[in-house]
Protein backbone atom coordinates (compact mmCIF):
# COMPACT_ATOMS: atom_id res chain seq x y z
CA UNK A 1 0.00 0.00 0.00
CA UNK A 2 0.92 3.39 -0.80
CA UNK A 3 3.12 5.26 2.31
CA UNK A 4 4.06 1.94 3.83
CA UNK A 5 7.47 1.63 5.05
CA UNK A 6 7.93 -1.71 2.66
CA UNK A 7 6.95 0.05 0.19
CA UNK A 8 9.84 1.84 -1.22
CA UNK A 9 8.29 2.24 -5.17
CA UNK A 10 7.41 5.75 -6.42
CA UNK A 11 3.69 6.27 -5.71
CA UNK A 12 3.70 9.57 -8.16
CA UNK A 13 0.77 11.80 -9.09
CA UNK A 14 -0.28 15.13 -9.86
CA UNK A 15 -2.47 16.95 -7.14
CA UNK A 16 -5.96 17.08 -7.86
CA UNK A 17 -7.48 18.71 -4.61
CA UNK A 18 -7.22 21.22 -2.15
CA UNK A 19 -8.91 23.13 -3.40
CA UNK A 20 -12.11 23.17 -3.10
CA UNK A 21 -11.67 22.41 0.95
CA UNK A 22 -13.46 19.53 2.60
CA UNK A 23 -11.98 16.33 1.11
CA UNK A 24 -8.74 15.83 3.04
CA UNK A 25 -5.28 15.56 1.10
CA UNK A 26 -4.90 14.29 -2.18
CA UNK A 27 -2.62 10.99 -1.75
CA UNK A 28 -3.43 10.61 -5.49
CA UNK A 29 -5.39 6.84 -4.35
CA UNK A 30 -8.44 8.47 -4.69
CA UNK A 31 -9.02 7.78 -8.35
CA UNK A 32 -11.70 8.29 -10.37
CA UNK A 33 -11.33 11.69 -9.15
CA UNK A 34 -14.57 12.73 -6.35
CA UNK A 35 -17.59 14.02 -8.19
CA UNK A 36 -17.30 17.12 -6.10
CA UNK A 37 -13.51 17.90 -7.61
CA UNK A 38 -13.34 19.91 -11.22
CA UNK A 39 -10.84 17.35 -12.13
CA UNK A 40 -10.81 19.48 -15.16
CA UNK A 41 -9.72 22.48 -13.18
CA UNK A 42 -6.68 20.91 -12.00
CA UNK A 43 -4.36 23.28 -9.22
CA UNK A 44 -1.79 21.08 -10.16
CA UNK A 45 -0.70 22.95 -13.16
CA UNK A 46 -0.03 26.25 -12.69
CA UNK A 47 -0.14 28.46 -15.94
CA UNK A 48 2.15 31.53 -15.68
CA UNK A 49 1.95 33.64 -18.59
CA UNK A 50 -1.61 34.89 -20.67
CA UNK A 51 -2.79 32.37 -23.56
CA UNK A 52 -2.51 34.18 -26.67
CA UNK A 53 -2.27 31.94 -30.11
CA UNK A 54 1.07 32.49 -31.77
CA UNK A 55 2.59 33.20 -28.48
CA UNK A 56 4.47 31.52 -26.00
CA UNK A 57 3.17 29.93 -23.31
CA UNK A 58 4.48 29.12 -20.11
CA UNK A 59 3.05 26.68 -17.31
CA UNK A 60 4.49 24.36 -14.34
CA UNK A 61 3.37 21.31 -12.79
CA UNK A 62 3.44 20.38 -9.10
CA UNK A 63 3.58 16.51 -8.80
CA UNK A 64 3.43 14.61 -5.61
CA UNK A 65 4.86 11.43 -4.25
CA UNK A 66 3.00 8.97 -1.66
CA UNK A 67 5.64 6.00 -1.56
CA UNK A 68 6.71 4.50 1.69
CA UNK A 69 10.89 3.51 2.75
CA UNK A 70 12.87 6.73 2.93
CA UNK A 71 14.36 7.28 -0.48
CA UNK A 72 13.66 10.01 -2.29
CA UNK A 73 12.61 9.44 -6.59
CA UNK A 74 13.19 11.39 -9.47
CA UNK A 75 9.95 12.10 -11.33
CA UNK A 76 9.57 12.80 -15.00
CA UNK A 77 6.79 15.24 -15.85
CA UNK A 78 5.58 16.26 -19.40
CA UNK A 79 3.66 19.05 -20.60
CA UNK A 80 1.08 18.95 -23.79
CA UNK A 81 -1.51 21.41 -25.05
CA UNK A 82 -4.63 20.15 -26.91
CA UNK A 83 -7.77 21.47 -28.58
CA UNK A 84 -10.50 22.13 -26.05
CA UNK A 85 -11.67 18.30 -25.23
CA UNK A 86 -14.53 16.85 -23.12
CA UNK A 87 -13.10 13.35 -23.14
CA UNK A 88 -9.77 11.37 -23.10
CA UNK A 89 -7.43 11.40 -25.45
CA UNK A 90 -3.84 10.27 -26.73
CA UNK A 91 -1.23 13.00 -26.56
CA UNK A 92 -0.51 14.18 -30.29
CA UNK A 93 3.55 14.87 -30.28
CA UNK A 94 3.11 18.02 -32.29
CA UNK A 95 1.43 19.63 -29.40
CA UNK A 96 4.08 19.22 -27.12
CA UNK A 97 4.86 22.06 -24.72
CA UNK A 98 8.04 20.71 -22.25
CA UNK A 99 9.92 17.97 -20.21
CA UNK A 100 11.01 18.42 -16.70
CA UNK A 101 12.51 16.54 -13.77
CA UNK A 102 11.61 16.93 -10.12
CA UNK A 103 13.36 15.01 -7.21
CA UNK A 104 10.60 13.84 -4.48
CA UNK A 105 10.87 12.61 -1.04
CA UNK A 106 8.90 10.28 0.33
CA UNK A 107 5.31 9.92 2.44
CA UNK A 108 3.21 13.01 0.51
CA UNK A 109 6.24 15.32 -0.59
CA UNK A 110 5.79 17.67 -3.48
CA UNK A 111 7.75 19.75 -5.36
CA UNK A 112 6.57 21.72 -8.44
CA UNK A 113 8.72 21.96 -11.86
CA UNK A 114 10.88 24.74 -13.28
CA UNK A 115 8.50 26.55 -16.15
CA UNK A 116 7.95 24.61 -19.40
CA UNK A 117 7.58 27.10 -22.37
CA UNK A 118 6.78 26.52 -25.67
CA UNK A 119 4.82 29.19 -28.45
CA UNK A 120 1.92 27.82 -29.22
CA UNK A 121 0.79 28.34 -33.37
CA UNK A 122 -1.64 30.80 -34.71
CA UNK A 123 -3.75 28.39 -35.96
CA UNK A 124 -4.76 26.95 -32.80
CA UNK A 125 -8.32 27.54 -31.39
CA UNK A 126 -8.86 30.82 -28.80
CA UNK A 127 -9.08 28.43 -26.09
CA UNK A 128 -6.78 25.11 -25.28
CA UNK A 129 -6.57 22.22 -22.76
CA UNK A 130 -3.46 21.50 -21.16
CA UNK A 131 -2.76 17.91 -20.01
CA UNK A 132 0.31 17.10 -17.36
CA UNK A 133 1.80 13.71 -16.79
CA UNK A 134 3.87 12.19 -14.40
CA UNK A 135 6.30 9.34 -14.44
CA UNK A 136 9.22 6.91 -13.16
CA UNK A 137 10.65 3.82 -14.73
CA UNK A 138 9.39 2.22 -11.29
CA UNK A 139 5.63 3.93 -11.47
CA UNK A 140 4.34 4.09 -15.08
CA UNK A 141 1.06 4.89 -16.63
CA UNK A 142 -0.71 2.03 -17.90
CA UNK A 143 -0.96 1.48 -21.67
CA UNK A 144 -4.12 -0.01 -23.56
CA UNK A 145 -4.15 -1.76 -26.57
CA UNK A 146 -5.20 -0.35 -30.14
CA UNK A 147 -4.58 -1.76 -33.50
CA UNK A 148 -1.73 -3.76 -31.75
CA UNK A 149 0.35 -1.18 -30.01
CA UNK A 150 0.62 -0.14 -26.61
CA UNK A 151 -0.69 3.67 -26.33
CA UNK A 152 -1.09 6.23 -23.12
CA UNK A 153 -4.13 7.87 -22.99
CA UNK A 154 -4.28 10.78 -20.71
CA UNK A 155 -7.17 10.06 -17.95
CA UNK A 156 -7.09 12.38 -15.60
CA UNK A 157 -10.25 11.57 -13.66
CA UNK A 158 -9.14 7.85 -13.22
CA UNK A 159 -4.87 7.92 -13.94
CA UNK A 160 -3.30 9.48 -11.22
CA UNK A 161 -0.36 10.16 -12.94
CA UNK A 162 -2.84 12.13 -15.10
CA UNK A 163 -3.86 15.89 -15.17
CA UNK A 164 -6.31 18.50 -17.21
CA UNK A 165 -6.50 21.82 -16.97
CA UNK A 166 -9.33 23.41 -18.88
CA UNK A 167 -11.32 26.28 -18.84
CA UNK A 168 -12.76 28.52 -21.54
CA UNK A 169 -13.58 31.52 -20.43
CA UNK A 170 -16.13 33.89 -22.00
CA UNK A 171 -18.12 37.16 -22.22
CA UNK A 172 -21.62 37.27 -20.83
CA UNK A 173 -22.39 39.99 -23.28
CA UNK A 174 -23.34 37.98 -26.39
CA UNK A 175 -24.16 34.42 -27.49
CA UNK A 176 -20.80 32.73 -27.96
CA UNK A 177 -19.97 29.82 -30.18
CA UNK A 178 -17.03 27.44 -28.25
CA UNK A 179 -16.00 24.49 -30.62
CA UNK A 180 -14.28 21.50 -29.05
CA UNK A 181 -13.73 17.79 -29.23
CA UNK A 182 -16.27 14.61 -27.77
CA UNK A 183 -13.17 11.70 -27.55
CA UNK A 184 -13.44 7.90 -28.27
CA UNK A 185 -9.77 6.97 -28.62
CA UNK A 186 -10.86 3.20 -27.84
CA UNK A 187 -10.84 0.73 -30.52
CA UNK A 188 -14.40 -0.35 -30.03
CA UNK A 189 -17.80 1.81 -30.55
CA UNK A 190 -19.23 3.53 -27.39
CA UNK A 191 -22.35 5.37 -26.51
CA UNK A 192 -21.44 9.10 -25.59
CA UNK A 193 -23.14 11.21 -22.98
CA UNK A 194 -22.90 15.01 -22.54
CA UNK A 195 -23.91 17.10 -19.58
CA UNK A 196 -23.91 20.39 -19.42
CA UNK A 197 -24.86 22.31 -16.31
CA UNK A 198 -24.13 24.49 -13.63
CA UNK A 199 -21.56 23.64 -11.18
CA UNK A 200 -22.20 23.90 -7.43
CA UNK A 201 -21.14 25.75 -4.84
CA UNK A 202 -18.13 23.91 -3.94
CA UNK A 203 -16.19 23.62 -7.06
CA UNK A 204 -17.18 27.40 -7.56
CA UNK A 205 -14.66 28.14 -5.03
CA UNK A 206 -11.81 26.24 -7.39
CA UNK A 207 -13.24 28.47 -10.45
CA UNK A 208 -12.86 31.60 -8.10
CA UNK A 209 -9.37 30.66 -6.98
CA UNK A 210 -8.91 30.75 -11.24
CA UNK A 211 -11.11 33.73 -12.08
CA UNK A 212 -10.07 36.07 -8.44
CA UNK A 213 -13.50 37.17 -8.95
CA UNK A 214 -17.18 36.40 -7.27
CA UNK A 215 -19.17 33.04 -8.47
CA UNK A 216 -23.23 34.18 -8.95
CA UNK A 217 -26.13 31.93 -9.71
CA UNK A 218 -27.19 32.84 -13.61
CA UNK A 219 -29.11 31.31 -16.55
CA UNK A 220 -27.85 30.85 -19.86
CA UNK A 221 -29.31 28.92 -23.34
CA UNK A 222 -27.00 26.56 -24.48
CA UNK A 223 -27.05 24.69 -27.84
CA UNK A 224 -25.18 21.87 -29.21
CA UNK A 225 -24.54 21.25 -33.15
CA UNK A 226 -22.69 18.90 -34.80
CA UNK A 227 -24.05 15.98 -33.90
CA UNK A 228 -23.82 12.44 -35.78
CA UNK A 229 -27.66 12.21 -35.80
CA UNK A 230 -27.83 15.60 -36.87
CA UNK A 231 -30.11 16.72 -33.67
CA UNK A 232 -29.55 20.31 -32.37
CA UNK A 233 -30.31 20.06 -28.47
CA UNK A 234 -30.87 22.65 -26.56
CA UNK A 235 -31.53 23.81 -22.79
CA UNK A 236 -32.13 26.32 -20.47
CA UNK A 237 -28.99 26.15 -17.99
CA UNK A 238 -27.81 22.93 -19.34
CA UNK A 239 -29.02 19.60 -21.19
CA UNK A 240 -27.63 16.15 -21.50
CA UNK A 241 -27.81 14.40 -25.19
CA UNK A 242 -26.30 10.86 -26.08
CA UNK A 243 -25.23 9.32 -29.41
CA UNK A 244 -22.48 6.81 -30.09
CA UNK A 245 -18.87 7.75 -31.09
CA UNK A 246 -16.54 5.51 -33.38
CA UNK A 247 -13.26 3.88 -33.01
CA UNK A 248 -10.99 6.35 -32.42
CA UNK A 249 -13.64 9.45 -32.89
CA UNK A 250 -12.77 12.85 -32.47
CA UNK A 251 -16.36 14.15 -33.35
CA UNK A 252 -16.02 18.55 -33.43
CA UNK A 253 -19.21 19.70 -31.64
CA UNK A 254 -20.14 23.50 -31.15
CA UNK A 255 -21.78 24.80 -27.96
CA UNK A 256 -23.65 28.14 -28.10
CA UNK A 257 -23.74 29.69 -24.92
CA UNK A 258 -26.16 32.41 -24.74
CA UNK A 259 -26.42 34.49 -20.97
CA UNK A 260 -30.04 34.62 -19.70
CA UNK A 261 -29.01 38.60 -18.50
CA UNK A 262 -25.55 40.66 -18.19
CA UNK A 263 -23.63 40.13 -15.30
CA UNK A 264 -22.22 43.15 -12.52
CA UNK A 265 -18.52 43.62 -12.39
CA UNK A 266 -16.47 41.64 -10.75
CA UNK A 267 -18.73 38.47 -11.35
CA UNK A 268 -18.80 35.01 -13.23
CA UNK A 269 -21.13 32.52 -13.49
CA UNK A 270 -19.61 28.61 -13.96
CA UNK A 271 -20.98 25.47 -15.58
CA UNK A 272 -19.28 22.45 -16.84
CA UNK A 273 -19.82 19.98 -19.75
CA UNK A 274 -18.89 16.34 -19.49
CA UNK A 275 -18.40 13.62 -20.67
CA UNK A 276 -19.15 9.57 -20.49
CA UNK A 277 -18.56 6.92 -22.30
CA UNK A 278 -20.27 3.63 -21.73
CA UNK A 279 -21.83 5.16 -18.29
CA UNK A 280 -18.14 5.76 -17.48
CA UNK A 281 -16.72 9.50 -16.45
CA UNK A 282 -14.35 10.40 -19.68
CA UNK A 283 -13.37 13.72 -19.05
CA UNK A 284 -14.99 17.50 -19.22
CA UNK A 285 -14.13 20.54 -19.23
CA UNK A 286 -15.25 24.12 -16.87
CA UNK A 287 -17.31 27.56 -18.72
CA UNK A 288 -16.55 30.40 -17.06
CA UNK A 289 -18.77 33.22 -17.84
CA UNK A 290 -17.39 36.60 -17.12
CA UNK A 291 -19.19 40.36 -16.55
CA UNK A 292 -18.79 41.75 -19.83
CA UNK A 293 -15.40 44.58 -19.38
CA UNK A 294 -16.62 47.77 -18.95
Known sequence: ??????????????????????????????????????????????????????????ARVTVANWQGGNSASIAMVALWW???LSGTTVPDPSRFIGFATVPLPS???????????????????????????????????????IAGK??????????????QHNLV?????????????ATNPLAEETVCELLIQPVDFRKSMAFADREHTEPVQTNALFRLE??????????????????YLRPGEARELV?????????????????????????EPAGGFGIAIRASPA
Not at 150 to 163: G, K, L, N, S
Open 1 to 58: MPNNDFNDRPVLFVPCYPPPSGFGDDTGIDRPVPGGIPYYLCPGIQVDTPYRPGAPLS
Open 82 to 84: SPP
Open 107 to 145: HGARNTTAPMTATIPASAPSHICLLAKVWHALDMPPTTQ
Open 150 to 163: AVEIADPVRDRHWA
Open 169 to 181: AVAASAMQLLPFL
Open 226 to 243: GLPDGARPAGENGLRHRF
Open 255 to 279: LSVEPGHELQPGAFSAFEVLQFNGG
